[in-house]
């Protein structure tokens, strides 16, 4: 709130347009609901275009289930990640028109979808990446952006990847999902000129440090256009995937 | 103990007044219990104010049941953290008037509980640092502190902590609990004058490296009044808490 | 090149009105210019949307040189970073019609200014991060974006963030420059609805372990819109908050 | 700021007897001024007890040298850690009246001097932990704290802390300053009722990795009393010891 | 392709020898197949001398079974590694013809054998070490190479590797298989005069950290002839040890 | 084997006293047994004074046992550690006549028990701890040692160590095993004139880091007579141990 | 030595036509050369087929003197790596027929050239990892292979390396050095069918760590034919290729 | 001190036969003295069997001359390590009468020597570990051991090591000092009876990480008898390997 704003409020309500407990609340901080195990934060989507996003793993499935309750109550669309089987299960009860992903380990309960803009691409190194890769791909839908999937086009084989070239080129931004070597944002990042999102995966073994490996290999991209997201974090990877490419298709102000 | 306490003492045995065992025992070391598997620290309480609390992993049930016995027959209260479900079903049938608190994984036995002194604040960043906050709830309640609990304020919503802040600033100290970013404490640093104890979780996943991101970012707090203690130490978060709220209410030397 | 291009051209072999040489080239790779101790990638302009960026670490004065004369022979923009002080006096003495930041340790050299488009924001946690943050400003405004640099407003006293709120919350894309622990981009990123990309730097001592702490905090990051780059990478940083910032004016496919 | 204090103040606008800027004022967030490089948070003091400490590293000089004028001229005490000598002889010759401790590496010009306040302990293991240990025996004193330092009292020779006890039981808090392996804060916490800041210090070679295996010592501490700071951060130990002791001699709410 | 390459094709398709669709092919890329979460490189073999191997972790018995099948039709040999239980007993069922060795985890189905050319040793430091071993002596075999194990004769005893040394003198490369302490490679690299390829395992407790220790052994090795591989990796020592024998008993160019 | 022993088999051998069979075997390596998966070292015993000691991860109970066929059949000592309850299980019904620890997880079957020399202690920081120190009291027991085992007395209560010293001070070598913060071995050593072999066990959480923190706290142990083996390595601190008190009380060359 | 080449000596022994010191220098171990500060293995040429290599860090220039007198005393080839600057001109004055190279930082004094044989590539992936490949480059070519470099060549422009595709396609043995993300040996290693030796370089800054984020990406590639050195060990993996490539044109067994 | 010994102080006390302060020295704690910036154990030597020994980094050469006049003013043998140039320069000009090893960095003054018993010795991997082996060296000579050096016999030519092997053979102990791979203690304890002492050396680059690599390695030895100390600590290792070599030919209890 600028001084400009609050001068204006307070000269309504000294001038008897506004009552006292009005003032406070245009005044006061943005909503938020207690439930005593947790605080939602119902002004999310006001503030940063999406409502809170819901990470399921510490909780118990009547937690999340009150926090979806709250949320779709208030109108909001609904995302849930990391869901386990019996959190999925507790919810597939309760929630059957909401949609899950079990490969994913995600929930969406739509509420008030948002209008389809932008175009993502989301590529992955292996096969044993598409789990992380297919978060992503719920993650940007949600969010109202197309997604197209390439799987499986590492760089031990790098033709795989190159003919696949125009599939790629004209997305408002790209998520590349690699564990090992993590070698293919380099790659996918030299030939474009979006945004790259790399996304290390815990696929490997060994040295691959559980994601560290290739999480290493993504910060010191050789390429200028890659930025990286925690290890696993298909999640993050569409999120801002998604927002590049939504706003990109809004009027800028 | 002093050179001139030592020496009173010894006049008194050359005077005849004092016996000598009981010169051995005045000059002697504190007293501690063998029970070959243990050495209970009898003399914690007196030394530090409270006494010695039992941690319970890599014990067998049994091991813990004895040092529970003779901690209470020595007019002691007991505290065990870290009950795993099998230790605490052998103590639930052993000892039905403790209590137990499943989601802290603690058991408490009050013998001769401390007067009630002092107010602490236990904060969390999210709902799944709950079951370290509450370790931390219980042992300070334990020696005597007030505590109140407020849940998921972590600062991807700011308001969300700035809208409570009346219910935290006149804390005599604050445990705040995080996992992940662990950014939440240099925040709350920056708005009380009391000490803050900061407890990493391992509430994450990936970079987060099982607590450790969260406790180097509580290391680097660039508030000042910022301590940290062990990962998912809830225990010491609490203890310490605890203790300087205590003493500031005590009549100081 | 798509197949389809591929025919196309083929047939304009066989019609004859095409000669093998040309169409060699057409078909080709893209150009690229080898110096022995170099191969400077001319088509990262074309490609990527911006030149080579040279990275003058563990380069000679000479070699530095060099690769200037060729990417600016060939009419190209030429963006240096890490530049030494030996290197920059070399530098001076040869183009001194380039402009360098002796702060930032750039040399900017421009051939074909692109034109402006675009505004982003660079918010630094502390003083010392100003080096990094404004490598960021300078690489961004080679690109033809417009920046804001606001500075020192850690968490600790989170107010002065707050007060600020109006001048970032506009920007096609934020960078927040941040050591220590790292906790401001969570906080910027929990109040905005564009992209943040965080930039660790290895501000701090200690247990901040040379920038490893912020960015194991800013990849752990519990706002959902928060990217991250490599410990000191202001022009990672800048880089692609300017590519989101200038594409978002530029009219999408 | 409470709800019920906003609508005091919104009544008093609506009653006429505060004018708009005022309520502005009152409402608004706390002071902080602009220096270009530097927003210095002139309302630390009234928030946290002690105002912004200034953290030299990575600045000139010049920038130390303006935030000294801008809290002073603000009738602020000011001090500064991590003074190079650069900086220290540049600002030898500006506030020739300041204190400053080479080997702290402090600089300390006290505007307003705080009362005298409670009386904490400073203990190291070895000699060459000393510059760190006088870090912290500066910042206390500079926070109106008595101060007691006992130096070189490790654990290889148990009898020379036992033999000194006296000196540091009725502390109201210990500082306990340690490298190498960071015994002495668990032998200390075991022997006193008051909370102990342990600070890891950087003596040591080999695999003492610059102060690792004694921070990792002490976050493990069997002593429940222990909390733990970043790596010679001689400050934070001082500070927090100091807040304390200081509160626990003020009147508690 | 080279330019000259190039040339002639495109100068036979001015010429009207060459349709324009089989110049595409010829020209374009070399052949993959797109299975939605693969994308089988079919190519492998003629590039890198034996065809795409299936690594089975995190995939599904029946993603694996497609790839085989994919394989097999191509008339290539198939090696998996890295099998499950499950995904053995899916495979047994469908491949009884196959080679399944549950001690190294490994599926061989031999399609199109490779003559047999070569020889390498496998050395193990311990019996602990045989599953990774085992995992080095199919891949080799499958590879047409002849193999000699050597078990348990790590350095504690060295006349074991001693009496022994005739039996891998002149071995065409040598797969040392080591976890603990990782010396046995050095060793044996100051023995011979062929590369050695060391392979480090997780066996080990403690700080061996699940073979960070003999990694990082076996990279400092002090013998110029030692390479090394990923932990546990049996396949790559097994696959680069026969390709190095493999090639040196076929004619040079 | 020295040059003088060599000429006089040579000598001998040309006098017609010695065949070549003989002096091949008296001049040749040491024996060993090849089982293909292990290779029996019976020299051990000759060559260290102890025979091979099995370590049990990662081995087929079958395995096990045909080592310890081996070793009996020759009339060795056998020890095995880290024996799995399945192991131990399938060698009770196999050598009923063996002592088995199933805390200490250990297996021993004497053919030739050790004369009894020396006498150590073990002592242990914790209760947790027990499993690793029982390792080393079974250890030292095998090779002829006296052992006294102080459990529990770790540095926090600092008098339950002081008022036993008169039962570790006069041990030939001493065990400390200790987790968390390791601090013991530091204290110990401080005050007694024996070497002190340190066992850090991965008794702990957080930042125990599964013994790394133990570990580096002893290899940095102020005092001058302490040595660190493994983590857990209960086995290597008993042994070392009982080497050095056995030797003492042997008659030295 | 075999059983039967020992039997034969001692027949010879027996019969008189050898005498026994003769015998015991047939028998005994391989020369080397006691300095008092270095044992020199001048058998190392005989056992591994290239003598022992100077590792000059840390050593004085009159160390390193006497090892290379003592080597071409025994006519041997003498290379010297990591020479200092001062060890350059101490060692250029005294032996001024041997190449220096100083960017690689070697010294080769050649007294017995080997016969030519083989041809590696060296590929860079940056301008900066020059030096380390150019240790590789001497290093191959004083072991008499031929080396073709080629700069300068990483993935963010993977045209540059496609286009040189054909230089390199028949090489021997190829070696790899890249520093940063460390991607280019796994995309060289899926175009190529002989080994890949990949050298991780110090190249880079922030979570490049000094070569380990390089390290880990190379040790991980999902090509099955890249094998690892040391971090900017360019001497090794000139070495391994070498010896790859030299064994591959000498007559096999 | 014991039970019975108190009160039979006391009873001498009560009997008047021993006066009040003579009790109390009897009782009270061993000495130490107070520097201020230092607290002398004078108490070592009669404790632990060696002096205080003078670890000299971070400290003035003024501090390290006070405490050597203490030492040496108390009868006691004074020795220093890590003597730094300045300090041994200011220490020569005092103790003209002091030996010092400018490898080694020692400083040794004696003012009462040891009676020589025992014999170790110290074996080096490579030239450069020299420095911290002559520590070990320096140490052992002062507690009056015997000491055989045995220079670069690493394992990468292992007969370097077996021909001196009657050498050490009959060694009371055995300090094995190496950098790189850290392989030789291993090789070593495989062929002795006696205790090793490893000491790892920060000599190597790259992956030996100032020397975690052969720190992990001796840690994890498959040799029995290995301990270890900490990295570059030739001091910690000469230290006991002299103790357990002296206690050996005293005549045990």
Chains 1, 2, 3, 4, 5, 6, 7, 8 share one sequence.
Not at 117 to 131: F, N
Not at 203 to 224: D, E, I, W
């Amino acid at each position: 709130m600028t001084e400009a704003e609050l001068i204006a409020i307070i000269e309504e309500v000294r001038a008897g347009r506004l009552a006292a407990d009005a003032a406070v609340r245009a005044i006061g901080q943005p909503p938020a609901v207690d439930l005593g195990f947790a605080t939602v934060d119902l002004d999310r989507h006001a503030r940063c275009g999406f409502p809170e996003v819901i990470y399921c793993e510490g909780k118990t499935p009547e937690w999340v289930e009150s926090v979806v309750r709250r949320l779709t109550a208030a109108g909001q669309n609904c995302l849930a990640t990391r869901v386990s089987a019996d959190q999925a299960d507790h919810l597939a009860r309760l929630f059957p028109q909401a949609e899950q992903d079990r490969l994913a380990r995600t929930f969406w309960l739509a509420m008030n979808p948002l209008p389809q803009r932008g175009q993502i691409s989301v590529i992955t190194a292996g096969t044993s990446d598409l789990p992380v890769a297919q978060e992503a791909v719920v993650t940007a839908k949600s969010m109202g952006c197309g997604v197209t999937l390439l799987a499986d086009v590492g760089v031990a084989g790098i033709h795989r990847l190159l003919r696949q070239r125009e599939n790629f080129a004209t997305a408002d931004a790209i998520v590349v999902v690699a564990g090992m070597d993590g070698a293919l944002p380099s790659v996918v990042g030299g030939l474009v000129d979006c945004p790259v999102i790399a996304v290390p995966t815990s696929v490997g073994y060994g040295a691959a440090f559980s994601g560290v490996a290739p999480l290493l290999t993504m910060l010191n991209s050789c390429a200028a256009n890659v930025v990286v997201v925690n290890i696993d974090s298909g999640f993050k990877g569409g999120y801002v995937a998604a927002l590049i490419a939504r706003r990109r298709h809004e009027s800028a102000p």
